[in-house]
Structure formats: structure tokens, C-alpha cells
């Protein structure tokens, strides 16, 4: 599976943006990239995904590097609510059952 | 409607023992998944199931896990002759299908503790 690259923390205050990164140089032309983010003592939960061109929902917005080596998961407007652990995980788009492969991903900090 | 439902939330067993954990899937989902998550080893893939059959056991960690689901929806994990590094959260995750577009929906864990 093509790997993933992220901070393994960052930090933000309440209502600015926050940009989080992730690298993906080794990643296939049908690898799907979705982003996860887990609170504390909670389930992983689905955020956004793309394959090449940005996304957004309700959520985030994602945008995917024209190359698609690197992604950045946008929250426009951060609360202490989105204080979590935020995953980058490549989907292969061709197989099912494509199971979720974690890595460590970055620990969001919100300053209130 | 309701999420992903696991039970019990916390299980402290004694090492050597046997243990069943349980997961309720969305209603209507089809694929279902296993992961577990401990401190030293993050969140990692058990089993997955498409309806009742399981195309990718691959995660499992040693022949004494094993998992069935029955009638496509609730699925059991059982862990024979617990060890002490078999404690971690185990999570169950559900689909509505066994495609890469389709979100999955996580439970909020087992707390498996093996003294």
C-alpha cells in the first residue's frame, strides 16, 4: 500500500483556518485519498475524500496537489470540538473490501 | 438513525480466558470491519466481511482470533486463551458496501483489558 506522510502534531486557535498536510509521493494513479479523524475516546469518524480535484463538504475542504503527491485537509473555522487525531489514508479505487491503513497521523491541539 | 453498536464497552478478563465481543453494523450495511488499537501498535486491521463471508482475514493476529457474522449483520470477535497483549480497543466499523466511496461508520470500541 502507498504510504502516507503527516505532522505528528500541530496546534491552532479557536475560529482561525488550520491547514493540515499530507504526503503522498508514492501514490497510484487509482488510489483515492480520504482523510479520518479520531476524538478522544471515540471512533474514527469519516471526514472528506478525493481523487484529483478539491472537495468540500459541511466539514473540511480538501485540496489535492496537482501532481497528487500531497494533499491539505482545510478547517475553515476550528472549534476545541475538532481537537483530534486527524488520519490521511489512500483508498485503492480499484479493489473492494479496500480495508482503512492507518498511520500514526497528526494530533490537532485547538488553543481556546 | 442509529450508529455502529459494540458491547460490552469494557471487558476485563483474566489471561487464559475466553472472550466473545460483539458488534451491531448500521441496519442495511453489507461490509463490515474489524480493526484494534492498542498504544504500541496504533489502529490496525483485523477481518473484513462482505454479507456473512470473510474474502480478507488477513489481520488477524494469531489463530486464537476468530470472527463470524450471521443472517449480514451482527458480527462476533472471539478471542480464545486471551494473552496480555491482546488488550486494546477493539473497534468494529461498518459499510454500506465494500467500496472505497462508501465512508465507513466506526462503533465506540470494546475496552479489552487481560490481566
Known amino acids: 500500500d502507498a504510504k502516507t506522510t503527516q505532522p505528528n502534531s500541530m496546534e491552532s486557535n479557536e475560529e482561525e483556518p488550520v491547514h493540515l498536510p499530507c504526503n503522498h509521493s508514492?501514490?497510484?494513479?487509482?488510489?483515492?485519498i480520504h482523510w479520518y479523524r479520531q476524538l478522544p475516546s471515540q471512533g474514527p469518524e469519516y471526514v472528506i475524500h478525493?481523487?484529483?480535484s478539491n472537495v468540500n463538504n459541511r466539514m473540511a475542504s480538501l485540496a489535492i496537489a496537482e501532481d497528487r503527491k500531497s494533499s491539505t485537509l482545510i478547517l475553515h473555522r476550528a472549534t476545541l470540538r475538532d481537537a483530534a487525531v486527524y488520519y490521511c489514508?489512500?483508498?485503492?479505487?480499484?479493489?473492494?473490501?479496500?480495508?482503512?491503513?492507518f498511520g500514526e497521523g497528526t494530533q490537532l491541539t485547538v488553543n481556546p | 438513525g442509529a450508529g455502529v453498536s459494540q458491547s460490552p464497552s469494557n471487558k476485563v478478563t483474566e489471561k487464559g480466558k475466553d472472550v466473545e465481543l460483539r458488534c451491531d453494523p448500521i441496519?442495511?450495511?453489507?461490509?463490515l470491519y474489524w480493526y484494534r488499537q492498542s498504544l504500541g501498535q496504533g489502529l490496525e486491521f483485523l477481518i473484513y466481511?462482505?454479507?456473512?463471508?470473510?474474502?480478507?482475514k488477513s489481520g488477524l493476529p494469531s489463530d486464537r482470533f476468530s470472527a463470524e457474522r450471521t443472517g449480514g449483520s451482527v458480527s462476533t470477535l472471539t478471542i480464545q486463551r486471551t494473552q496480555q497483549e491482546d488488550s486494546a480497543v477493539y473497534l468494529c466499523?461498518?459499510?454500506?458496501?465494500?467500496?472505497?466511496?462508501?465512508?465507513?461508520?466506526f462503533g465506540p470500541g470494546t475496552r479489552l483489558t487481560v490481566t
Open positions: 466499523a461498518s459499510s454500506l458496501e465494500d467500496h472505497h466511496s462508501y465512508e465507513q461508520y
Open positions: 508514492t501514490i497510484s494513479g487509482t488510489d483515492y
Open positions: 478525493g481523487l484529483t
Open positions: 489514508i489512500l483508498r485503492d479505487g480499484e479493489t473492494s473490501g479496500s480495508r482503512l491503513t
Open positions: 441496519s442495511g450495511h453489507t461490509a
Open positions: 466481511f462482505q454479507g456473512n463471508s470473510a474474502p480478507d
